[in-house]
């Protein structure tokens, strides 16, 4: 394959003719048949999309009362839906307190960052080198995709795709070890890889160096890929930390 300029866009004239975002749709309730394993994975998979989306914020507590008729389960599926997410690092469960979605301190995310940034920066060169051409279509069209939905200002679709995009690349880094390293890092700083979107031009910078991803990985430029990658994650922990200073300025207001 080789580098196509075109997929750069000018980001101003595509929110142009974008129209109207589309309104979300609706998260399904966790359907009440089928065993409690199950159901705890339904409520835990709904209830970590909101977390990451930031309906939940860091140090929420979680109310089991109101996230039953919510995510339409019991209290039983949705305790053991708490114990898969604490397992992941994203709730913590405090003995006569419930639970509560973790708020990590300023050392743990950064931390946090250096250490995914580094995984990420293995799995861009593995992948230069690894990547079959299908994989890399499909890297570049869910750019597209995710293109498309920065143009209409739709954050939920473009937080899906563009998560699913640093998937795919830990995947065509072909290394079954690393990939499990990620993942396991990559739950806990998942709701913190999208703070820096709620500002336009944050947005627009994170959206460009995406379209910068898929060139350099199109070009198998494994040092090119690489440091964008790193960049694109120091920019995410930059803007995790300051968000989380403006939360606790905000809380002692």
């Not at 070009?219 to 990658?229: C, G, N, Q, T, W």
Request: with cysteine.
């Amino acid at each position: 394959m080789s580098s196509d300029p075109s997929l750069m866009p000018d980001l101003a004239s595509a929110d142009a003719v974008a129209g109207p975002a589309p309104q979300p749709a609706p998260q399904p309730a966790a359907r009440a048949a089928g065993n409690g394993r199950t159901l705890a994975g339904t409520a835990a998979g709904q209830l970590r999309e909101r977390i990451i989306q930031g309906e939940f914020p860091p140090g929420s507590r979680l109310n089991e009362r109101m996230l039953c008729d919510l995510l339409g389960v019991s209290r039983t599926p949705l305790r053991e839906a708490f114990r898969l997410l604490a397992s992941e690092g994203l709730v913590q469960i405090e003995p006569n307190r419930g639970a509560q979605v973790v708020a990590l301190s300023e050392a743990n995310i950064r931390e946090a960052f250096e250490v995914i940034g580094g995984l990420e920066a293995m799995s861009c060169r593995m992948a230069c080198e690894r990547a079959t051409d299908q994989e890399i279509a499909e890297i570049r069209a869910l750019t597209y995709e995710m293109m498309a939905s920065h143009a209409r200002h739709d954050l939920p679709t473009y937080y899906r795709t563009n998560r699913e995009i640093h998937e795919r690349i830990s995947l065509a880094s072909h290394n079954s070890l690393l990939k499990q390293l990620y993942e396991a890092q990559n739950a806990r700083i998942q709701n913190l890889r999208f703070v820096s979107n709620e500002n336009r031009q944050k947005w627009d910078l994170a959206m460009r160096e995406h379209i910068e991803m898929a060139e350099a990985l199109d070009a198998r430029d494994a040092d090119r890929l690489a440091a964008i990658m790193r960049q694109h994650l120091q920019r995410k922990c930059e803007a995790a930390l300051k968000s989380r200073s403006e939360t606790i300025d905000t809380q002692h207001m």
